[in-house]
């Protein structure tokens, strides 16, 4: 009879080839996990070639889920359970795995010619190299293979199910159902029922094989975790945003106009804003970044919300027709979900490095508001706010997300119809002005009061039509202007707009209120930093923490807060763009960068250190 062991967290890593499906196990895996209730956090991790050779190193996909009883804020800083598909998984997620912890392996993959691929002298099954792990070798292949013997199948097909073996078996392991899975990969096949039923079989036989053998004498469950009371379910980082666009149309009462063209790791928000034509979303893959952003920009100044999704480089062909929104005055939201570079760089991997670039990324003085959200489930909020910043000012507003978030997921708590924001547009119906006669007429840039926005209108609108173009406009008319006074008066006008944008305070988390050092974050840095600081307290280190999700501008209360510390310590995926700008805003501030650029996130453990060290030396 088996053991059962309650757990409160646990932290599981899923890796193979390519092509060996370790995301779409995952994916599974989470899905079940979330559906039990527990809080979790997920680090896919993909090659960044198409297709790699099958067996090598640069071709290990892997997908890492910490899961718990409690709030967590991180995928974990190292796995204690490693499934690994074949030797170069085994070797390229090996010095990972933290000690003692638990391996199960896939032999049928551990040939002589498959270990010398990766480097491997002597089978690591065989030579005690791995005696400090609990190994589980388990022939995969074979076993799948065997329990698919009575489908109607290949063995090719049956050989491809063995990573739905595998999660029947680590579902057995952790006490996760597989009904939804079930039903998961009879939709997902729905053409070829046959090979829905045989992946179907190969995870039940996972399960009884965890069940039935002797080798795993111990299962584990965790608990539900206790979270607010409400409707969850599990959600990514470009999931949410793609929905916020979709509420932010629907709350604002416009049609949404999505230009894009696919670029890793911002490819799904088009895919998932695609499905969502009732709401009134129209998407457009484009031919190219320049034309994506174009039509976007003229979905805008035909009435609706137009929108631009992109990376890194897409963003940098982007940036012309930005600067023509600015001068413009016209909303317009572009997602920029970062990724490594410079260029191509490592395409498939996370950084923090295009805030310069959103900042100050234009020709000329074309400043635009930037925000980040903080975490997957963040993106929803973030994309409404990024609309009422747009729709109110006129203005672009860029959002900076990261493939650390675009990728990974966590369970979001569904908000109520009541709470989403009212953000609704009033265009420009008649005439604002008279000219030098008396005569009324429409002034394009006569601006609101409080916001500095000019009016709305609609093209095709009786009586209001009005010059555009990219050649600096005269105040009020819009009419072309070469004059000195009146360009330096639009370029201030429009700076002006920017640093009135109304944004939350900065909140503070100092419990006590005696803590010498704050650690201020932005973007997907604030879960690492948040459990490092859990970490600090828990030892009885003093230390507070806040998080900048509005960049440009930032909140009014920001130099207050900075001044209450002796030092500001900043955690970023690049080498120090945020402190650059903090000392250049806020010059008094002692400001102590921790940076670096691995493609990966931090772990909480190294900003644990760190955050000490600097604790420690005053």
């Known amino acids: 009879m088996n053991t059962v062991r309650q757990l409160d967290r646990v932290v599981i890593r899923f890796a193979g080839d390519s092509g060996d499906g370790m995301q779409l196990t995952g994916d599974r895996f989470t899905a079940e996990t979330a559906k039990l209730g527990n ?24 997908f890492q889920i910490h899961f718990a009883d409690t709030d967590i804020l991180t995928p974990g800083d190292q796995p204690e359970v490693l499934i690994a598909m074949n030797p170069a998984a085994l070797k390229a997620n090996l010095n990972d795995l933290k000690a003692g ?36 070798a388990v022939a995969l292949a074979t ?34 159902p597989t009904e939804a899975t079930e039903e998961f990969l009879r939709g997902k096949f729905k053409a070829k029922p046959a090979i829905a039923e045989a992946n179907i079989a190969a995870l039940r036989a996972g399960w009884n094989y965890g069940d039935t053998t002797e080798a795993f004498a111990v299962r584990f469950e965790i608990p539900p975790a206790k979270l607010n009371s409400g409707t969850y ?58 034309a994506a952003v174009g039509a976007a920009l003229g979905a805008s100044w035909g ?40 260029s191509t ?22 400043p635009i ?34 493939g650390y978030i675009a990728n990974g997921a966590e369970p979001w708590r569904l908000p109520e119809l009541a709470d989403i924001p009212d953000i609704s547009v009033e265009f420009a119906t008649e005439m604002n002005g008279v000219d030098a006669k008396g005569e009324p007429v429409f002034l394009p840039y006569l601006r609101d009061f409080d916001t500095l926005a000019r009016p709305w209108a609609v093209p095709g609108t009786p009586g209001l039509q009005h010059r555009i173009g990219g050649i600096e406009k005269a105040d009020k008319t819009g009419d072309i202007s070469y004059d000195p006074e009146n360009h330096d008066h639009m370029v201030r006008t429009r700076a002006a707009k920017i640093a009135r944008i109304d944004v939350p305070d900065l909140e503070v988390d100092d419990p006590a209120g005696d803590a010498e050092v704050l650690v201020l974050g932005w973007g997907s840095t604030w879960g690492p930093i948040g459990a490092a600081v859990r970490g600090l307290r828990d030892k009885g280190v003093p230390v507070a923490r806040a998080h900048l999700r509005f960049l440009n501008p930032m909140p ?61 030396n005053g």
């Open 39 to 62: 809080d979790l956090s997920t680090l896919p991790n993909y090659p960044a070639e198409i297709r790699a050779p099958a067996g090598t190193l640069p071709g290990v996909s892997s």
């Open 101 to 136: 912890g638990t391996i199960v392996v896939n032999t049928d993959e551990f040939t002589k010619r498959n270990l010398t691929k990766v480097g491997y002298d002597a089978n690591p099954l065989e030579d005690g190299s791995l005696d400090d792990y609990q190994v589980h």
């Open 143 to 176: 076993l799948t293979i065997g329990a698919l013997a009575e489908h109607e199948v290949s063995k090719k097909d049956a050989e491809r199910s063995k990573n739905m073996f595998a999660l029947g078996l680590v579902s057995w392991m952790y006490s996760r």
């Open 233 to 290: 379910r599990n959600i990514t980082g470009n999931q949410a945003l793609a929905w916020g666009i979709t509420a932010a149309g629907v709350a604002s009462g416009l049609p949404v106009f999505l230009g894009a063209y696919p670029i890793t790791p911002a490819s799904d928000i088009l895919h998932e804003l695609s499905k969502h034509k009732r709401f009134g979303v129209t998407t457009v893959q484009a031919e190219d970044e320049i």
């Open 303 to 342: 009435g609706a919300l137009g929108v631009t999704t992109s990376s890194g480089p897409g963003i940098a062909l982007k940036s012309e027709t930005i600067s023509l929104a600015v001068s413009l005055e016209l909303p317009l939201l572009v997602v920029d979900v970062q990724r490594a570079g410079p």
């Open 345 to 366: 760089g490592l395409p498939t991997k996370t950084e923090q490095a295009d805030l310069m670039m959103a900042m100050f990324g234009r020709h000329g003085e074309a």
């Open 369 to 402: 508001a930037v925000l980040a959200p903080q975490s997957p489930s963040d993106c929803f909020d973030i994309m409404l706010e990024a609309a009422r910043m747009a729709l109110t000012y006129r203005t672009p507003v860029m959002v900076l997300s990261d």
């Open 556 to 616: 009014k209360n920001t130099a207050e807060i900075l001044a209450r510390y002796d030092r500001v310590v900043v955690p970023e995926m690049n080498l120090g763009q945020l402190a650059l700008l903090l000392r250049g805003h806020f010059p008094g501030t002692n400001v102590v960068g921790y940076n670096k650029v691995r493609g990966l996130p931090f772990t909480s453990n190294e900003l644990q250190d760190a955050i000490e060290e600097v604790i420690k």
